[in-house]
């Protein structure tokens, strides 16, 4: 007999962690060439990897399994398997093994999938399409695993597609599916506004480098995620996401869309070329992640910087952005122990968000504060030549590189980076930037010097802005979090506290649940009231529900609600306003290969 080890998928790109949703494998069987059952081991140290016992003669096994694919963001997300009732997606991680030994780029196969009559599907996998008499198999050609993993599939009876007309950058597809037929249209106002994010993003990061892309929208009300590929994306967003979309409304209208410039960016900031030791040549080698400032927060400060240049958002949400970041940064006190490359270090355990003391644990960095060196780094690039340069010069040049097959990408490292800024900008210290931003935990909390690069300060004011209405609006608790340093839910129970603020001191504590403030019975409005009357009480009164007591607590504080503010500093440049100004557009000559080299 001969021994042969079975991989599944447990480092699926895009997740950045062993994220592979084994867990909902199920019924897993192995059968030799004649057709009899084999047993199978699991590596005990290895839960991908089992190892089947081959009779020889025998030159090929056959698997079966089911996958349990109705429970979303349960267990997995982004990279899972999605099933509804007459909807769905499919990755194709989550329903095949692979043997080991063999890279990715070298084993081929043939998939089949089968679907009831009458529904339709959308895919970036190349062509070979065969649909039976009954509509309901397709067969495709061969394509190597690795190309495979990444051209998800969805597929349903409501299936719309539209084309986004970018000149000369091959075609661009938008396909939406939902439960409903109704929340599958995209509104008018939307498609023009895509058509210009697509520009905007080639504007700063060279012609689109491969045949064509499909944005591939996934609308249901469990569905939260967006995981990048390289000629598609796998988003989910709430069913009515599109249906309800304003175009004048807070981040017009649905917060969600934002996703769709970040993972359509991934198209050339990781999967045009990626960090050397991230990508693998299969799908079960741990990777390395310290670099996901690089290739998650680039993308982070991009996503926003192409939203606003688009009209997917305005400038008034976009200086509301920074002014929320900067907040956000000032308040999270483990920037003083844990570095941001420590946070993608340690990636494969920060992605869950942990529920308690999240400020001091930190999470997932490597996108937000990492945006906000970008940011800075953009500042000084603009600054150090008079406006001349920015960071979309460092951009263009350095994802020019040469395209390769699916799932085989251009490579680089952290001192590529140090170099490709020192290209455009040799006038700072990019290297001890770096280790300052990135690789050491922060000197100071203070944002100041940062802002003060852009040319503004943060104030705040004890009214908000009708932006900053309206944010509030949506959230059916409320965050207090820049006064008393708490957020509460729809029902008082307490989600975040800022390490330090008056509600920790004053003993208020996550899980408990707010029942009443300055004796009216919670409600978040009462609760704003409360804060609002502490600028002349002093203090705010609460009762909480602790297990089974009630129990009184005592918030000293006298300032009144508070709302951050970004104000121009007299006399300096208005880099945010700089950042925010659309690109003209000039349709660049594809000099790329077409398709896959």
Same mark, same amino acid.
């Given at each position: 007999?001969?021994?042969?080890?079975?991989?599944?998928?447990?480092?699926?790109?895009?997740?950045?962690?062993?994220?592979?949703?084994?867990?909902?494998?199920?019924?897993?069987?192995?059968?030799?060439?004649?057709?009899?059952?084999?047993?199978?081991?699991?590596?005990?140290?290895?839960?991908?990897?089992?190892?089947?016992?081959?009779?020889?003669?025998?030159?090929?096994?056959?698997?079966?399994?089911?996958?349990?694919?109705?429970?979303?963001?349960?267990?997995?997300?982004?990279? =899972?398997?999605?099933?509804?009732?007459?909807?769905?997606?499919?990755?194709?991680?989550?329903?095949?093994?692979?043997?080991?030994?063999?890279?990715?780029?070298?084993?081929?196969?043939?998939?089949?999938?089968?679907?009831?009559?009458?529904?339709?599907?959308?895919?970036?996998?190349?062509?070979?399409?065969?649909?039976?008499?009954?509509?309901?198999?397709?067969?495709?050609?061969?394509?190597?695993?690795?190309?495979?993993?990444?051209?998800?599939?969805?597929?349903?009876?409501?299936?719309?597609?539209?084309?986004?007309?970018?000149?000369?950058?091959?075609?661009?597809?938008?396909?939406?599916?939902?439960?409903?037929?109704?929340?599958?249209?995209?509104?008018?106002?939307?498609?023009?506004?895509?058509?210009?994010?697509?520009?905007?993003?080639?504007?700063?990061?060279?012609?689109?480098?491969?045949?064509?892309?499909?944005?591939?929208?996934?609308?249901? !009300?469990?569905? /939260?995620?967006?995981?990048?590929? #390289?000629?598609?994306?796998?988003?989910?967003?709430?069913?009515?996401?599109?249906?309800?979309?304003?175009?004048?409304?807070?981040?017009?209208?649905?917060?969600?869309?934002?996703?769709?410039?970040?993972?359509?960016?991934?198209?050339?900031?990781?999967?045009?070329?990626?960090?050397?030791?991230?990508?693998?040549?299969?799908?079960?080698?741990?990777?390395?992640?310290?670099?996901?400032?690089?290739?998650?927060?680039?993308?982070?400060?991009? =996503?926003?910087?192409?939203?606003?240049?688009?009209?997917?958002?305005?400038?008034?949400?976009? /200086?509301?952005?920074?002014?929320?970041?900067?907040?956000?940064?000032?308040?999270?006190?483990?920037?003083?122990?844990?570095?941001?490359?420590?946070?993608?270090?340690?990636?494969?355990?920060?992605?869950?968000?942990?529920?308690?003391?999240?400020?001091?644990?930190?999470?997932?960095?490597?996108?937000?504060?990492?945006?906000?060196?970008?940011?800075?780094? =953009?500042?000084?690039?603009?600054?150090?030549?008079?406006?001349?340069?920015?960071?979309? =010069?460092?951009?263009? #040049?350095?994802?020019?590189?040469?395209?390769?097959?699916?799932?085989?990408?251009?490579?680089?490292?952290?001192?590529?980076?140090?170099?490709?800024?020192?290209?455009?900008?040799?006038?700072?210290?990019?290297?001890?930037?770096?280790?300052?931003?990135?690789?050491?935990?922060?000197?100071?909390?203070?944002?100041?010097?940062?802002?003060?690069?852009?040319?503004?300060?943060?104030?705040?004011?004890?009214?908000?802005?009708?932006?900053?209405?309206?944010?509030?609006?949506?959230?059916?608790?409320?965050?207090?979090?820049?006064?008393?340093?708490?957020?509460? !839910?729809?029902?008082?129970?307490?989600?975040?506290?800022?390490?330090?603020?008056?509600?920790?001191?004053?003993?208020?504590?996550?899980?408990? /649940?707010?029942?009443?403030?300055?004796?009216?019975?919670?409600?978040?409005?009462?609760?704003?009231?409360?804060?609002?009357?502490?600028?002349?009480?002093?203090?705010?009164?609460?009762?909480?529900?602790?297990?089974?007591?009630?129990?009184?607590?005592?918030?000293?504080?006298?300032?009144?609600?508070?709302?951050?503010?970004?104000?121009?500093?007299?006399?300096?440049?208005?880099?945010?306003?700089?950042?925010?100004?659309?690109?003209?557009?000039?349709?660049?000559?594809?000099?790329?290969?077409?398709?896959?080299?």
């Amino acid at each position: 007999v001969d021994a042969v080890d079975l991989f599944y998928c447990i480092w699926t790109p895009g997740n950045h962690t062993p994220s592979g949703p084994i867990e909902n494998v199920v019924d897993l069987r192995v059968f030799d060439c004649r057709g009899e059952s084999l047993a199978w081991d699991r590596d005990p140290t290895r839960v991908e990897r089992v190892t089947v016992l081959v009779p020889r003669g025998c030159d090929e096994v056959r698997v079966t399994m089911g996958y349990i694919a109705s429970q979303p963001n349960a267990n997995s997300r982004s990279t =899972d398997t999605y099933g509804r009732r007459n909807f769905g997606g499919l990755n194709w991680n989550t329903v095949l093994v692979y043997p080991g030994g063999v890279g990715h780029s070298e084993i081929d196969v043939r998939p089949t999938v089968h679907w009831p009559a009458g529904w339709a599907a959308a895919s970036a996998l190349p062509g070979g399409w065969v649909t039976d008499a009954a509509g309901q198999a397709v067969r495709l050609g061969p394509v190597p695993l690795a190309e495979l993993i990444d051209s998800p599939m969805i597929f349903g009876e409501h299936l719309a597609t539209t084309r986004l007309h970018v000149e000369n950058q091959g075609a661009h597809l938008l396909h939406t599916v939902a439960e409903d037929g109704r929340a599958v249209k995209p509104p008018e106002w939307l498609i023009p506004r895509l058509e210009e994010m697509c520009r905007q993003t080639v504007s700063v990061f060279g012609p689109f480098p491969r045949r064509g892309f499909d944005f591939l929208l996934l609308l249901g !009300d469990d569905l /939260r995620f967006g995981v990048e590929h #390289a000629t598609s994306t796998f988003i989910g967003l709430p069913e009515r996401a599109l249906l309800e979309a304003r175009p004048d409304e807070h981040r017009a209208g649905g917060g969600g869309l934002q996703v769709i410039p970040h993972e359509y960016i991934h198209a050339w900031v990781g999967k045009l070329a990626a960090p050397e030791g991230l990508v693998r040549p299969d799908f079960h080698t741990p990777a390395r992640t310290e670099l996901l400032w690089v290739y998650e927060g680039l993308t982070a400060y991009y =996503d926003s910087v192409i939203s606003v240049r688009s009209g997917l958002t305005n400038v008034e949400e976009y /200086r509301q952005e920074i002014a929320d970041s900067a907040v956000a940064m000032q308040q999270r006190s483990g920037r003083l122990w844990r570095s941001v490359e420590d946070t993608a270090r340690s990636a494969r355990f920060l992605r869950p968000r942990g529920v308690s003391w999240f400020d001091i644990r930190r999470g997932q960095d490597y996108y937000g504060e990492a945006a906000l060196f970008w940011l800075e780094a =953009d500042a000084i690039i603009r600054a150090g030549t008079g406006g001349a340069k920015s960071l979309d =010069d460092f951009c263009a #040049a350095f994802f020019n590189v040469p395209v390769r097959p699916v799932g085989s990408v251009h490579t680089y490292t952290r001192a590529d980076v140090v170099a490709g800024l020192a290209a455009v900008f040799p006038g700072e210290d990019w290297d001890g930037l770096v280790r300052r931003r990135i690789e050491r935990p922060a000197e100071s909390l203070d944002m100041a010097p940062l802002l003060s690069r852009l040319g503004v300060r943060l104030d705040w004011a004890d009214e908000p802005t009708a932006l900053q209405k309206k944010i509030a609006a949506e959230d059916a608790g409320v965050n207090l979090r820049a006064s008393i340093g708490l957020r509460t !839910d729809a029902a008082g129970m307490v989600t975040e506290i800022v390490p330090g603020s008056p509600a920790d001191r004053g003993q208020v504590a996550f899980t408990q /649940r707010i029942v009443a403030a300055n004796g009216w019975v919670y409600t978040p409005e009462r609760l704003r009231q409360a804060v609002r009357e502490s600028a002349s009480r002093g203090r705010i009164e609460l009762l909480v529900e602790f297990g089974d007591r009630i129990e009184p607590r005592t918030i000293e504080y006298g300032r009144g609600l508070r709302y951050p503010r970004l104000t121009a500093i007299e006399g300096a440049d208005d880099v945010l306003g700089a950042i925010a100004t659309p690109r003209a557009w000039e349709a660049p000559r594809r000099a790329r290969p077409a398709g896959n080299p």
